[in-house]
């Protein structure tokens, strides 16, 4: 099988927000973030995101990899691939390039799929 592996980080830095944890911020991190708990607010990293089945997010998220298993509301640019778990409940506006959807997973809201907007901002023109 010729399958592309999407690593994590290099670096193996992974930050866990546990089951019980309610957050209202924005969290910003360069490894990987794993969220059991609740968050309120945007989320931004380089790494790759998991939302657990007991997670929640309500907000937006900007990353490369993003597997939601729990409940997100809000919108999500994913660089490169987004899946949905089977117990995946997803409202809101989607944006990336690849989508890998499982059977049971709910969606509702829009799906843009290619290259992200981040890919495809255009320099300004120069002034002469």
Aim: aromatic share 2%.
């Amino acid at each position: 099988m010729n399958q592309k592996s999407y690593s994590e980080t290099p670096s193996q830095n992974i930050n866990l927000i546990s089951p019980g944890t309610r957050i209202t911020g924005d969290i910003t991190a360069e490894g990987d973030v794993r969220i059991d708990g609740h968050l309120r607010g945007n989320i931004k990293t380089k790494g790759r995101l998991v939302i657990g089945a007991s997670g929640s997010i309500e907000g937006e998220i900007l990353c490369s990899n993003v597997e939601i298993s729990g409940h997100f509301k809000g919108k999500i640019s994913a660089a490169e691939l987004l899946t949905l778990k089977a117990t995946a409940v997803v409202t809101g506006d989607i944006v990336t390039t690849k989508l890998s959807v499982e059977p049971g997973s709910l969606f509702t809201g829009t799906c843009q799929m290619g290259p992200t907007p981040e890919k495809t901002v255009q320099e300004p023109p120069k002034k002469a």
